[in-house]
């Protein structure tokens, strides 16, 4: 009967879970969870999330808060954090919420995200990585890191200007290079101060209709 019953708690987490995300566009915490399932305690509510992400069925990754994400099958579902420019940087708030909420979960087959964790999409609008084989209206899968090399795709947050792009990055001796896709385009000089990186692009998705 206490295994039944377990059993049948879990199903309620795993609903709660995808409901909040549709509804929220990112993961509960623990305290959502203990408070959305009438669960008596967070220890419990940890129990029940470890033995799910033994079975496979939700992901977390360590030490990162609201890093829940479900499993469907070999799939994983992947939150789509709205629009980066690929072309003259996008105006937002700030570097702490620029992706804050998600506009849908992706289900993406683990083959496409990997072993990677904290990974994230982003729609392209703009045309400056085209020779990348990236054009407006795509999507492009993220990894969340600060670390990238020379050439690499990135999601670089500009401090100064409040802006957000998608360029490939090298480092100069003084500068920071942001290199756009697009011989018709000329590359952004930032100093390094004003460069964050926000994350680093994986994969490429195209949507037909797009």
Known sequence: MRKRRSSGTR?????FIQTFISDKGYSPA???IVEGCNLSSPNLAQHHLNVLEREGVLHRD???FRSIRLVYGNNIGVPLLGTIAAGRP????NSDNWVAEADEVLNLTADIVGKR????ALKVRGRSM???CVMDGDIVIVEATQAAGDGDMVAVWLKDEHEVTLKRIYREANFIRLQPANR???PLYVSPENVE???KVVAVLRRMEH
Request: glycine share 8%.
């Open 62 to 64: 360590p030490g990162v």
């Open 117 to 120: 964790e904290n990974v994230y």
């Open 90 to 93: 996008i105006p937002v708030p």
């Open 130 to 132: 085209m020779d990348a």
């Open 197 to 199: 990186i926000q994350g």
């Open 30 to 32: 623990v305290k959502d």
């Open 184 to 186: 018709q385009m000329e």
């Open 11 to 15: 199903e309620n987490i795993l609903k």
